[in-house]
């Protein structure tokens, strides 16, 4: 498989597409990313990804490379990656980690700007959120006040919990988190804890790939990742919770697995075969009203 090009790439079924156009997200794990003749090469051991050997790796086409777990990179790599605007992160097994995070890149500023100029303005900041609320909840609620809107949320959460315990039959006495102690919990509440984790990491991915603005939320304030926080929130019942509550059914029923590892590990299958990270990608520019379809950047 010498010099094959990679080809379990996610978001590039066609190469030649505009820089601003793709999602360009290239995955690698288990191997050594490095510069040979001027030339990005991925030599790999085996893996879920891929096959033992060398590939040629189309950084020029490529937005964002996500380095996993058992890689190396060179020096030269990031030299190479650096002068081509390619971003790189490395992340935990299928992103279910986030230990990164890269620079605003790309040399495009258009969803920053949007995204900038959406918060600085307190109508469209609140309008954004209403429609975060409207895409979690299937209606536009015609509430203007968010605090009157974090307020519905909460109850609608509430529900959604004991929806989910009961799909999945899992005892639920209420969301309890201690963030002291994350482990006194019982394992329901320490499954959601999990899986929001690696919801987040997912969005963190995201948020990065595209060059928002982390610190700016719209519903989230305070937090240095509150856009990141935003977006993991608007998978929280299609996503987080069936993940947490599917898990939390097998630990109660296999008290010896390792409920963290576990979920992780789902996580991970999860974003490949639903392609979440993508979806998100997606999400983000339409909440912030950025079409790059047409671009030839």
């Not at 790309?106 to 109508?123: F, K, M, T, V």
């Not at 987040?200 to 948020?207: G, L, N, R």
């Not at 509150?226 to 029923?253: G, V």
Request: proline residues 5%; glycine residues 8%.
């Amino acid at each position: 498989m010498s010099g094959g090009l990679f080809s379990g790439r996610l978001g590039l079924a066609q190469s030649r597409v505009p820089h601003a156009d793709r999602h360009g997200l290239l995955w690698l794990e288990r191997g050594k990313l490095h510069v040979k003749n001027g030339t990005l090469h991925f030599k790999a051991a085996k893996s879920e990804l891929l096959d033992a050997g060398r590939y040629d790796i189309p950084y020029q086409s490529v937005s964002m490379i996500l380095l996993g777990p058992g890689s190396t990179v060179s020096h030269d790599s990031l030299r190479l990656l650096a002068r081509h605007g390619t971003l790189l992160a490395a992340v935990g097994e299928g992103g279910a980690k986030f230990y990164t995070a890269p620079p605003i890149g790309q040399g495009h500023s258009d969803i920053a700007r949007a995204h900038a100029c959406l918060w600085a303005d307190e109508q469209t900041r609140l309008e954004v959120a209403r429609r975060m609320y409207a895409f979690r909840f299937g209606q536009i609620l015609p509430h203007r006040d968010i605090t009157v809107l974090r307020g519905i949320e909460g109850g609608r959460m509430k529900k959604s919990y004991q929806i989910f315990a009961e799909e999945y039959g899992v005892p639920w006495k209420g969301r309890r988190y201690d963030r002291q102690n994350p482990k006194a919990t019982d394992i329901p509440n320490q499954a959601i804890n999990h899986a929001a984790t690696f919801t987040e990491a997912a969005a963190d991915i995201a948020v990065a790939s595209v060059g928002a603005l982390p610190p700016l939320g719209f519903i989230h304030e305070d937090s240095s990742n509150a856009f990141t926080l935003d977006i993991a929130d608007l998978y929280r019942t299609e996503f987080t919770l069936p993940l947490a509550f599917r898990e939390a059914k097998k630990a109660i029923e296999e008290p010896e697995i390792l409920l963290e590892r576990t979920i992780r590990k789902e996580a991970a299958r999860q974003f490949r075969k639903q392609k979440l990270i993508p979806k998100i990608i997606d999400r983000i520019k339409e909440l912030l009203h950025v079409d790059d379809r047409g671009s030839n950047a």
